[in-house]
């Protein structure tokens, strides 16, 4: 008989039953791959984002574009159900006024976009019988320095006496009493300016973006203004801050022309904005869109 052959040592080794150095290997190009995809290739798009859900800039924000709203349409029902939906706790009137005094104490106050934006507040608030540090702050709108008083004489009718024999002497002339007529002595000029206007292919909505002088910073509560033959629509930047401070949005309708501005605040479009048919990238049909930049000039 022949010997059973030696069995070479490494079969007679013990088997782990896995790599711990592949199972590493594995978890770090698992967890870096699914890094790189959410946070590069396909990142997280925040919508529908409920306010109670912003952080505190964007809900100073909020406050802002609510006060600002408000004191277009004066619609206060709204405005408090808006400053319920944050969950400020307490009195939600009274951290707006809380609010203005922060702002007021920053350098937010230093522009013209924000003085209006923290008086709105203040109006707001004061309304509704409430009061911050802003009041001592912020002194109230005066009148405009460009406007000058010019005296205008307005005689007083003097009626003719009816003759007589005796030769009357004639009446003395009334001194006149002055009239002040403002007058401005320069054009109000445009705070804000149009930027661009870009066209898309998607949903037939015109996106607005308000911003400061730098371009990049975006102001809430600004009004715009939408309008065409028949009717006008305005809204406000701000009611959507997870979209940014200076956004706001118009959902046209196809076959209507459109003119956007910000009212007696700049110039409106040049042309006609209008919700008409056009082919996307992939051959699906969908609307022209719009988006309008205007910005600060100050």
Not at 92 to 109: E, F, K, R, W
Not at 126 to 136: E, K, N, V, Y
Not at 225 to 241: H, I, M, V, Y
Not at 249 to 276: K, T
């Amino acid at each position: 008989m022949s010997e059973p052959q030696a069995i070479p040592r490494k079969y007679q080794r013990s088997r782990r039953p896995f790599s711990f150095i592949g199972l590493l290997l594995g978890l770090i190009l698992g967890v870096g791959g699914a890094l790189l995809y959410t946070w590069v290739l396909s990142p997280v798009e925040v919508t529908d984002t409920e306010p109670w859900q912003l952080d505190s800039a964007d809900k100073t924000q909020y406050m802002v574009a609510i006060a600002m709203s408000y004191a277009y349409d004066s619609d206060l029902s709204a405005a408090i159900n808006r400053l319920v939906g944050l969950r400020l706790g307490g009195d939600p009137i009274q951290a707006v006024a809380d609010t203005a005094c922060s702002l007021a104490t920053t350098g937010y106050a230093n522009s013209t976009s924000g003085l209006n934006a923290i008086r709105a507040m203040m109006r707001f608030y004061q309304l509704q019988g409430r009061t911050g540090c802003a009041d001592q702050i912020i002194p109230a709108g005066d009148a405009p320095d460009n406007v000058v008083s010019i005296d205008v004489p307005t005689p007083t009718v003097t009626l003719t006496p009816p003759a007589t024999k005796t030769p009357t002497p004639a009446a003395n002339q009334a001194t006149p009493t002055p009239l002040f007529v403002a007058v401005p002595t320069s054009i109000p000029q445009n705070d804000f300016e149009l930027v661009s206007v870009n066209t898309s292919c998607d949903t037939g909505v015109i996106q607005v973006f308000v911003v400061e002088l730098n371009g990049s910073t975006g102001i809430p509560g600004m009004e715009i203004r939408a309008r065409w033959d028949g009717g006008e629509s305005r809204f406000f930047t701000g009611l959507k801050p997870e979209r940014g401070a200076g956004y706001a949005d118009f959902q046209m309708e196809s076959g209507i022309d459109y003119l956007i501005d910000m009212p007696g605040r700049s110039d409106p479009v040049s042309r006609p904005l209008s919700a008409v048919p056009c082919t996307m990238e992939g051959g699906a049909r969908a609307l022209t869109s719009y988006t309008v930049i205007f910005r600060s000039v100050s």
